[in-house]
Every structure is written in structure tokens, then in C-alpha cells.
């Protein structure tokens, strides 16, 4: 509680208190040690007086006791009087008669039988009776009261002086520390309101006023130092931004022409390729078929060559119109049931190709989100694919399915086929690049670019793991979405 | 009233002094003789003989008032010196008297006794009527009814006795 106190306050108050207390402490504990120690002297010294003066005046007094001179005693102790603090002073004979007395205050009375002692402070007096003695003789005796009320007067007084003493110290430092902490402070309040401008402004131009050449100043020039290397390194900053942004700018608008560019060339380039190659197909089939008889062996062969080359180019062509379609397909998500998918795919492969035994596994109610048209395109590749590359098994297999266990799910298809070295696994998925030669197997090289294009679409990944000769599976995840949510 | 006062007090003194059974009521001489002891008290014999001297020698001269009151003076301290009480039977005696009692019987031949004494050094001491003024260094007077006493310091001086100031206080008069 009180810590947290004390780390509230101004530094300008932390100053003035510690200033304060110092000071104060110092004339208050001399004051207080003072008043202790002339307390404690003062009685000591008091009976020491007042014991010399007693044996001063029984001294004066043995020619009058001993002749009997009751005036001289009289006036031997009214020389007391001079003496403020002395109450009640009593001249005794040897009988314990008084012969004289000098009452200064009324309230006290010589006692009857007094008893010599030393001297004690008793009921804020001090008591003295001593014997008088002549020529080793007690003649008499002589009591002595003084009040103390000199002595509360003097520590009474001391004690007003040291609180006048202090407080004139007080307001004199008040005084003071004021007008020299506002030279303290002052640059450290004027140091933390530009630092609180700079950090709620942002503004790096400003700067604290420098006004004393101590640490504080020396604190106030680092800090100047330490805005101007921010003001310039955001400037920096701000100017490489700037330079950035406009950068990607013109980066991006250069890639979105080439872009569209690109996509044209493409379409129009495939569009309008098939138009020939229909010609040369066609007309190819019409020399078969009307001129074939004319034709050798070698020149029939030749012919049917030039019709399977346009045929492939023109499949070549319909995969990009497709890798094409992907690209500018406008998603529609919806509820996909890729198991249904699955299956159209494989009763139109098993259609096609009635004399291939393969064991097929698709495993039932699979379904996700995602646009049906591209799922599909993705879909008939990969099990077109295995169904292409596990064509040399004697049995065949190929399994689909998924493993929910995993966030988000992994679809697989796998084949038992030809499979590939895992060295090339990054080539597979661009445009155009093949692992195995048209020979070995028919393909485009697009297919798989495609289907690429189609998961990412989805905003999932694919990913593929194949051993030679003992087959490939490809693994992919969709998150569709992540695609509504963007 | 004062008077009777002081004479009471000066019987406890002498009390002290003289024996416990003494019932008597006290005389002028009695009060004397307490004021001889008393006066010892305050005197220094400046001569070196008087000074020197372990012995205090009080004498009396004359045929004197005091009977035997005087007596239980005899060997008492005063100043560590012992009093001895001696009754003169001629003024030639008094060479070694420290304290000279003059009685009242001897002052036809006071002028010679004086002369005598300042020789002597002695304190004289008297109740002859202008006795200070004649040359005597403490002389009795009664003023009222009280007892008191003179003294001339020029005689004191004479004889080189030193009179105690607290003594010079208490006399009636001082002749200087």
C-alpha cells in the first residue's frame, strides 16, 4: 500500500519529501537530544548550585547562630532571594528550632524535624538540608526548596526555539527545494510529456528542449538522438514501403495482363488448333476410306500414323481447354458425394475397356464440400491415372478412399502400378512434364496439373508417395471452407 | 521577647557544653562565658607563638564573675587546639594567654593591663564599661536586655589577631 504510494507520486513530490525529511530530521533530532540532555543535567547541576549556595549561606550564618543573631540569619537568607528558582529556605538551631525563614511560596512551610540529606527532587521541588557546622561542630541546620519550574521554563523555551528553528528550516527549504527541483524536474517533466506527444502522435520530429547539462540533459540529448535515428529510419521505412507498394503494383498489374494475355493465347490457340487438325484427321480417314485400295502397305501405315498424331494432339488440346476451364471457373460450392463421383468414373473406365480385370475399392459416402464440376475433372484424372499406369498388372488394384482421423481429411488413391522414383515427385504436378514417354503410356502431361489446380482451387494440398514398380498414391485435402470464409 | 528567646538558645548551647543536670537559671554570666568559647571560634592568632601553640590558653583576670562555670571549657577543642582555663593571680602572667578575660574588678588598672596584653597578643575580652574604646579588642554591652559586643579592630590589628568578617557582622558597633 504504501509502496505503491510512493511509486504514484510526482517525482517533483518524492523530491520535496525527501528534502523535507532530511532536514527536518536533522534540527528535530538535535533539538530532542538537547532537551534529553539538559533534562538530565540540569538537575544535576541545580542541586550542585543550589548545594554550593547552601553551604555558602550556613557557612555566613555559624557567627549568628552561635551568638544568637536572629536578623543577620534573617537577612542571610533573604540574600537567597537573588536566587529565583529558591522557594522556601529554614534556618534551624541545634534544637531544630527556627530561627529564620524565607517563604517565597506561600504554599510551603519550614517543617517541624527536618532530616540532613544530600539533596532529592521530590513533588517539582528540589530538597536540600544540610548541617551547619563550626569548627566540626553541628551548630544548626538549613533547608532548602527550589522549584523547578526554571527548569521546565528552560527546556520549555528550548524546546519552542527548536520547533521555531525547524519550521522557519521548513519553509525557508520549502522555499528552496522548490525553485531548485523545478530545475530538476522541470526537464524530466518536459522529457516525458514529448516522449508521451511522440508516442501517442507518432510524430518523430519533435524534440525535448535541452535545459541543464547534467544527466538529465545528457539523458534528453539521447533521446533526442535516439527520435532523430527513428524519424529516419521510418522514414526509410515509409520511403521503401512506398517504393514496394508501387513495385507490387506494377508487378501485379504487369502479371494480371500477362496473365489474361496468356489465358487467350491458350484458349484461342486450342480453340482454333482443333479446327485443322479435325482437317487432317478427317481428310486423312477420307484418303483411308476412298483411296486405300491405291495405297501399299507403308503408305497406309504412314497415314494411320498421321491420324494417331492428330488424334493425341487433339486430346492434347481438349486437356488444356480443360487446365483453361479450371482456371476461370467460377466455384459453386455445394455438398460433393465423391464416392458417387468414384464410381460414374469407374463404370465408364470399366465400359471402355471391358477386357481389364481390376479389383476396385471405393469406399461408400464420402462426401465433401466443394464445386462438383472441378472435384470431378480432379477426380476422373487420379482415377484415370491409376487405372492408366496399373494397366500392365496381371491384378490390378485401385482403392479409394479417406482418413477422417486427420483435420482436415486426406483423400488418397492408390494403384498397385508402374509407380515412379520419388526424385521427380516435384515435376509431377507442372504442365507438360512427364515421367513416362507416350510409348510406355498415353498422357498428355496436363492431367495432373490440372487436378492440381483444381485442390488448390479448394484450398487444400496435394501430395504423392510412389515406390517403382509397386505403386503410387496420391494424397489430398480440401478445405473448401476456408475458401467461403476468405 | 527576642531577648528571652535568645537566652534560651544560648542555654541549650551551653547545655552542650556543661553538665546535663544543670537546672539553674541562666546568668549574664553564663551567656559571657558561652560568647568566650563562641568568640575562639572566630579568631586567629596571627603571632607564631599563639598561632603555633597546640594549647589555647583562656585566662581570667581578676576576681571574676564565673564561678565554675567555666570549667567544663577546661580541655575542650577548639581550632584542634586544647582550651586551658587559667585564673590569673597577676596581669604578669598573661604572656602566654591567647584569651584575656578582664574582670569588671580590674578596671582601675585597665591602661596598664592593656599595654600588657598588646604585648602579649592576646584577645582581651571585658564587660569594663567603654572598655573597646579604651584600647580592648571585644568589649561586652547590653543593649536592652540583651547581651551583645563591641569590638575595636585597630587593637585587633595591634595584637595581630585576625577577627572572623561573620563576627565583625554581629558587633554593635566597630571601631576601625
Not at chain 1, 534556618?91 to 511560596?105: C, F, G, Q
Not at chain 1, 476412298?290 to 487433339?314: K, P, W
Not at chain 2, 544543670?22 to 554570666?29: C, G, K, L, N, V
Request: net charge negative; glycine share 4%; aromatic share 8%.
Amino acid at each position: 500500500m504504501k509502496v505503491s504510494f510512493w511509486s504514484k507520486l510526482p517525482i517533483r513530490s518524492k523530491l520535496l519529501l525527501l528534502t523535507l525529511f532530511s532536514s527536518v530530521m536533522g534540527p528535530l533530532v538535535i533539538a530532542a537530544s538537547v532537551i534529553l540532555y539538559e533534562a538530565s543535567t540540569y538537575r544535576l547541576e541545580n542541586l550542585q548550585e543550589v548545594t554550593v549556595i547552601a553551604n555558602i549561606v550556613a557557612d555566613r550564618s555559624t557567627a549568628a547562630l552561635v551568638f544568637g543573631d536572629n536578623n543577620q540569619l534573617q537577612e542571610n537568607l533573604a540574600s537567597l532571594q537573588l536566587r529565583k528558582t529558591i522557594a522556601l529556605a529554614c534556618m534551624y538551631d541545634e534544637t531544630d528550632l527556627v530561627r529564620a525563614s524565607l517563604i517565597l511560596d506561600e504554599s510551603l512551610n519550614c517543617p517541624a524535624a527536618p532530616v540532613v540529606h544530600e539533596g532529592y527532587y521530590a513533588e517539582e521541588y528540589l530538597h536540600i538540608t544540610q548541617q551547619v557546622i563550626l569548627d566540626g561542630e553541628p551548630i544548626g541546620k538549613l533547608l532548602i526548596q527550589a522549584s523547578l519550574v526554571e527548569l521546565r521554563r528552560h527546556l520549555g523555551n528550548f524546546a519552542l526555539t527548536a520547533l521555531l528553528v525547524c519550521l522557519v528550516t521548513i519553509v525557508a527549504i520549502l522555499y528552496v527545494a522548490n525553485v531548485l527541483q523545478k530545475r530538476i524536474t522541470d526537464p524530466l517533466i518536459n522529457l516525458t510529456e514529448t516522449a508521451s506527444r511522440v508516442a501517442g502522435e507518432k510524430n518523430y520530429e519533435l524534440r525535448a528542449e535541452l535545459e541543464s547539462q547534467d544527466e538529465i540533459g545528457k539523458l534528453v540529448e539521447t533521446f533526442n538522438d535516439m527520435l532523430a535515428t527513428i524519424e529516419e529510419q521510418n522514414n526509410h521505412i515509409l520511403k521503401s514501403n512506398e517504393e514496394l507498394e508501387k513495385t507490387v503494383a506494377t508487378r501485379t498489374s504487369e502479371l494480371l495482363t500477362a496473365n489474361k494475355e496468356l489465358e487467350a493465347f491458350s484458349y484461342s490457340v486450342s480453340h482454333d488448333l482443333r479446327q485443322p487438325l479435325r482437317a487432317i484427321d478427317g481428310f486423312s480417314e477420307a484418303i483411308l476410306e476412298d483411296y486405300g485400295d491405291q495405297l501399299d502397305e507403308m503408305g497406309l501405315s504412314y497415314l494411320q500414323r498421321v491420324r494417331s498424331a492428330s488424334q493425341r494432339m487433339g486430346a492434347l488440346i481438349q486437356s488444356m481447354l480443360v487446365l483453361s476451364r479450371v482456371t476461370r471457373h467460377v466455384i459453386a460450392l455445394k455438398e460433393v458425394n465423391l464416392s458417387e463421383s468414384a464410381e460414374a468414373v469407374r463404370q465408364s473406365l470399366t465400359d471402355e475397356n471391358p477386357e481389364r480385370q481390376v479389383q476396385w475399392s471405393i469406399e461408400p459416402g464420402m462426401v465433401t464440400k466443394g464445386d462438383a464440376n472441378l472435384l470431378n475433372i480432379a477426380l476422373s484424372n487420379l482415377l484415370q491415372n491409376a487405372w492408366k499406369y496399373s494397366s500392365k498388372e496381371a491384378q490390378a488394384e485401385i482403392r479409394f478412399g479417406v482418413d477422417r482421423s486427420a483435420v482436415p481429411p486426406v483423400f488418397y488413391v492408390s494403384d498397385n502400378g508402374a509407380g515412379f522414383d520419388m526424385k521427380y515427385a516435384d515435376k509431377l504436378f507442372v504442365a507438360f512434364s512427364r515421367l513416362h514417354s507416350p510409348d510406355e503410356f498415353e498422357g498428355s502431361g496436363i492431367g495432373l496439373a490440372t487436378v492440381n489446380r483444381v485442390i488448390n482451387r479448394h484450398h487444400g494440398r496435394i501430395w504423392v508417395e510412389s515406390t517403382l514398380n509397386e505403386g503410387t498414391t496420391f494424397y489430398f485435402t480440401l478445405d473448401a471452407e476456408h475458401n467461403a470464409a476468405g | 521577647m527576642i531577648g528571652a528567646r535568645r537566652l534560651i538558645i544560648l542555654n541549650t548551647i551551653l547545655l552542650s557544653l556543661w553538665s546535663s543536670g544543670w537546672a539553674r537559671a541562666t546568668t549574664d554570666y553564663e551567656i559571657k562565658a558561652a560568647y568566650l568559647y563562641n568568640f575562639v571560634k572566630f579568631v586567629q592568632w596571627e603571632r607564631s607563638a599563639h598561632a603555633l601553640s597546640p594549647e589555647l590558653n583562656l585566662c581570667i583576670l581578676g576576681r571574676h564573675p564565673f564561678r565554675d562555670v567555666l570549667a567544663p571549657l577546661n580541655q575542650r577543642k577548639v581550632q584542634n587546639r586544647t582550651i586551658h582555663i587559667r585564673y590569673l593571680d597577676d596581669e604578669r602572667q598573661m604572656m602566654e594567654c591567647h584569651v584575656l578575660f578582664v574582670s569588671y574588678s580590674e578596671r582601675k588598672q585597665l591602661d596598664d593591663i592593656l599595654s600588657l596584653a598588646d604585648q602579649a597578643k592576646a584577645l582581651t575580652v571585658s564587660d569594663i564599661r567603654g572598655f573597646v574604646r579604651d584600647g580592648g579588642i571585644i568589649g561586652f554591652v547590653t543593649v536592652g536586655n540583651v547581651i551583645r559586643f563591641e569590638v575595636n579592630l585597630v587593637s585587633a590589628r595591634a595584637s595581630e589577631i585576625h577577627l572572623s568578617s561573620k563576627l565583625l557582622e554581629l558587633a554593635e558597633e566597630v571601631v576601625k
